[in-house]
């Protein structure tokens, strides 16, 4: 596996405000997705879907764009990644919550079907990889107007298995449009591994038969992703087409709150994951370089808690949606 | 005013659109240099280059999904899917994407765009079973969609200029009959017809014909041959399957009392289904005769040979059938 080492001269073009942010925006997503799924557990939040081993990944390729410029169309593991967009907390607690204040859907759709026009977060649902080929349109859409913006959709490895995706990848490649595509490969697609999926190693060995720049990442070393990231992005700006980038990341967590993963992996494989906590993983890593001192890493988690304590006291006094709304918007209105 | 055919009407009208908004993109297979199959985009290319009249890759998912992106990203896209045959790989884009993206963003997003399809078959057309079915009941069922079907190539200028304006996915299909068969004066720029209202396409006090597309024309020559005989047939042209025109259903069969509906695509579970049912809810008391229908028999789709085409196509002589036990009934 092809996989970046991280080095400080990745880092190079991160100040340490920025090093620091990125771990806490890793740590607001873990927490988050944590509460989410205690949430589940008490009965309160109906579905849950973590992206917990993805935080990494996310922020790496989350730092690589510019906030409020770029777009994104995302898949429902992507929690970290959309907060790093712009979104915060609250907005996903009132969704797990089924609040009319949920921005993504109006508490239409279950939680983890993420869109936001104001963070240019585009409208997901559940069917995988058709988000690919919007994302193909929105590239599209910023050549035609000759912008200099980037969309990055991300997907799982069993996803790679659709035809939307194909067809997304083949035709981004024909026109050489400003998108990356990210698969956050986490080995699993439910319970089937990727050796069903797919009779190669890497997803990104398919990038060739494409005609486009792929490269496999180590989805657990933030800095790798974000410099390889930087890589795909900086390229599609400068009009020179799309990359497939994967990210091989871990699923912590079962596949949703419908899912035991216990059922399909060992003890061994569960425990070893664990061992390599992407957070851990950056933590460290930040502390060896003097960008996190002692106890800077609970200070930082002291504050998520509170952010997601204070979120989580709004989404419960949050009202439900009116019934009276239900039958609004399906067409424009007026 | 200009006499034109049916095909070139929609060429006309995606060409003062484009010229009008330069939003408006037009992509789909064999759309650039050749101009279309049907020369439906012919022209289009030479005019506006290859960034606005794309030809894609033959992949009909690829077409809709990446009309949507466009769409999502301020752009007016129309799709172009060379046969309706072959747009079902395109379902999941439309009826999973396209159809929801406003009601599952609560309003937040929007998904303006068109798409064209040549459907139906029949005579001079052999295309058999893959080059003539008329699936437009699939795409009426869905909330989200709306479905323009025009008959005149007056209509399918007008509407498709409408179609293009929608802020919501239009499903826009044309019937390859008529794409040369007819030719009448089409208005010259504006000619707005609006998404959703009907037209009576021959008054009539004795019976009702509801129908749209092709079949216009097949039942307008049924009701001459019944006019001859003192019959007098109104025949309703939908102009759009969804959302129907309510009122003037409603209206139609009120004022006769009798009432027939037809179209090509399969008779089961299908649109003349939807019509029926309204006109049984909303006009009970005023019927003289149960709601009749008309449609393509229990096959798949019509068969390639004559002999065997003409069993499942309607013509007059059918439609006149029928209005001729409606008007006994």
Not at chain 1, 215 to 228: E, H
Request: hydrophobic residues 40%.
């Amino acid at each position: 596996m092809a996989v970046s080492e991280s080095a400080p001269a990745i880092a190079a073009d991160l100040t340490q405000d920025q090093l620091r942010s990125m771990y806490r925006d890793m740590v607001l997503g873990r927490l988050l997705d944590e509460r989410i799924l205690v949430l589940n557990r008490q009965g309160r939040a109906p579905f849950a879907i973590s992206g917990q081993g993805h935080e990494a990944a996310q922020v790496g390729v989350g730092y690589a764009l510019r906030r409020g410029h770029d777009w994104l169309v995302p898949y429902y593991r992507d929690l970290t990644l959309v907060m790093v967009m712009g979104m915060e907390p609250k907005d996903h607690l009132m969704a797990s919550l089924g609040r009319a204040q949920d921005p993504n859907s109006g508490a239409r759709q279950m939680p983890g079907h993420y869109g936001s026009r104001a963070h240019n977060i585009v409208t997901t649902g559940s069917p995988v990889a058709t988000q690919i080929l919007h994302a193909v349109g929105v590239a599209t859409a910023f050549k035609y107007r000759g912008e200099d913006k980037v969309v990055v959709t991300s997907v799982g490895e069993g996803g790679t298995s659709e035809g939307d995706w194909h067809e997304g990848l083949n035709w981004a490649a024909v026109h050489r449009l400003p998108v990356v595509f990210l698969v956050e490969n986490n080995s699993y697609a439910i319970s089937v591994p990727q050796s069903l999926q797919m009779a190669v190693a890497h997803v990104a060995d398919r990038g060739p038969g494409y005609g486009m720049p792929a490269a496999t990442v180590d989805g657990g070393d933030c800095l790798a992703v974000y410099a390889a990231a930087r890589e795909a992005v900086d390229r599609a700006r400068r009009g020179e087409g799309p990359t497939l980038l994967e990210a091989v990341c871990m699923r912590l967590q079962s596949h949703s709150s419908d899912d035991d993963q216990r059922r399909y992996r060992s003890p061994d494989d569960l425990a070893q994951m664990r061992e390599r906590d992407p957070l851990e993983r950056f933590r460290r890593q930040l502390e060896e370089i003097g960008v996190l001192s002692e106890g800077d890493a609970d200070t930082i988690r002291k504050d998520c808690q509170r952010v997601i304590e204070a979120a989580q006291a709004e989404a419960d006094a949050a009202a439900p949606p009116d019934p009276a709304t239900a039958l609004r918007h399906v067409y424009q209105e007026g | 005013m200009a006499q034109m055919t049916y095909v070139e009407a929609i060429r006309g009208a995606l060409e003062e659109e484009m010229r009008r908004d330069d939003r408006v993109l037009v992509m789909g297979e064999d759309v650039g240099a050749k101009g279309g199959v049907f020369g439906a985009t012919a022209g289009l290319f030479q005019e506006f280059g290859e960034e606005r009249v794309i030809d894609t890759p033959l992949a009909e998912a690829a077409i809709v999904g990446v009309s949507i992106g466009c769409a999502l990203a301020g752009l007016r896209p129309v799709a172009e899917i060379q046969f309706l045959d072959f747009i079902p790989p395109a379902m999941d884009q439309i009826i999973n994407e396209a159809a929801k993206i406003r009601y599952r963003s609560n309003g937040d997003w929007s998904c303006p765009m068109v798409i064209r399809a040549p459907s139906g078959g029949g005579v001079h057309v052999h295309g058999a079973l893959y080059h003539s079915q008329s699936l437009e009941a699939l795409f009426a069922h869905v909330p989200g969609l709306k479905v323009v079907i025009p008959s005149t190539p007056a209509d399918a200028k007008g509407l498709l200029l409408s179609a293009i304006r929608d802020p919501d996915p239009v499903c826009f299909f044309e019937h390859k009959a008529l794409y040369r068969s007819l030719r009448e004066e089409v208005p010259d720029g504006e000619h707005l017809v609006p998404i959703g209202k009907s037209r009576v396409a021959r008054e009539g006090a004795d019976l009702s014909c509801i129908t749209y597309g092709a079949t216009v024309h097949e039942a307008l020559t049924a009701a001459e041959r019944m006019g001859h005989d003192g019959i007098e047939v109104e025949v309703l042209d939908l102009r759009t399957v969804r959302p129907l025109d309510r009122e003037a259903i409603i209206a139609t069969a009120r004022k006769t009392g009798k009432v027939l509906v037809c179209h090509e695509a399969n008779l089961a579970v299908g649109v003349g289904a939807e019509v029926a049912a309204i006109v049984a809810e909303e006009c009970f008391q005023q019927l003289d005769a149960p709601v009749m229908r008309l449609g393509g028999p229990e096959v798949p789709a019509i068969p390639f040979a004559e002999p065997l085409a003409e069993v499942y196509c309607l013509g007059p002589e059918k439609i006149e059938a029928k209005l001729r036990q409606l008007a006994a009934y």
